[in-house]
């Protein structure tokens, strides 16, 4: 092992520790139960080189925006490595819908009737049923995907009709502005819906999400460093 190479492990190493810390750190003033909050390292455009890092040093649950570039990445990692989780946490065309049900083992962005139903046929094809999240748009920004607050009784109906493994509700805020409201939003829609699961929080604000009931993290730049 080069020089260079061990320094990237130990750096890669403490970062994730330095992390891990945070998101505790998070729970306890909270007063949630130490573990409560599933840390998924997004390593969208990060290639194999970038990732091995992390595994080794015991990251297990990673995710991914597009369902092209997960497929060319980590069949090979998850050969070296067993036990590794994927998450597909970017927007999914239907047309993609088997693709992402054979690999990813959670979707976070479950936010139309017809991706519903695409979901659907590809769990009752492949006899795989990956954790299901439904993304709401919190902040009414179409353009980020998830569906409207006021119709998401509806498709929930719908995913659940359609058999669906539904894991709870995934989020994106507004950038630029305080998260905290949009975060309790959620937590309140989930609340209100019977569900416990929680997807919001990326590298600027996951703490904040953690006080307010996040279980799973987003984090990319801040385990990664700034794409290049």
């Known amino acids: ?73 980590w069949p090979a990692l998850q050969d070296v490595t067993p036990g590794i989780a994927l998450h597909l946490v970017g927007q999914l065309q239907s047309n993609k819908a088997e693709d992402a049900v054979r690999l990813f083992d959670a979707i976070h962005s479950v936010d139309r009737p017809s991706l519903v139903a695409a979901l659907a046929k590809a769990i009752d094809k ?26 998401l009784p509806a498709l929930l109906a719908k995913a659940k009709v359609a058999g669906l493994p539904i894991a709870g509700l995934m989020c994106v805020p507004p950038a630029g502005l305080d998260a905290a409201p949009y975060f309790a939003l959620t937590a309140k829609l989930a609340r209100d819906h019977g569900l416990t699961g929680l997807s919001m929080g990326m590298s600027d604000d996951f703490e904040t999400a953690v006080t307010l009931g996040a279980t799973h993290v987003r984090v990319g730049s801040a385990l990664f460093g700034p794409r290049g």
């Not at 009414?140 to 607050?149: H, R, S, T, V, Y």
């Open 1 to 73: 092992m080069t020089a260079s190479i061990a320094r990237a492990m130990t750096e890669t190493a403490t970062s994730l520790g330095h992390l891990r810390d945070r998101i505790a750190h998070a729970e306890s003033i909270a007063r949630r139960e130490p573990g409560a909050t599933t840390l998924i390292a997004v390593s969208k455009t990060r290639d194999a080189a970038a990732i091995q890092p992390l595994i080794d040093a015991g990251q297990r649950v990673f995710g991914e925006n597009r369902v092209q570039e997960a497929q060319a990445k």
């Open 126 to 151: 492949t006899g795989r049923a990956p954790a299901c999240f439904l993304q709401v748009d919190i902040g009414d920004e179409p353009q980020k995907g998830g569906c409207a607050l006021a119709d």
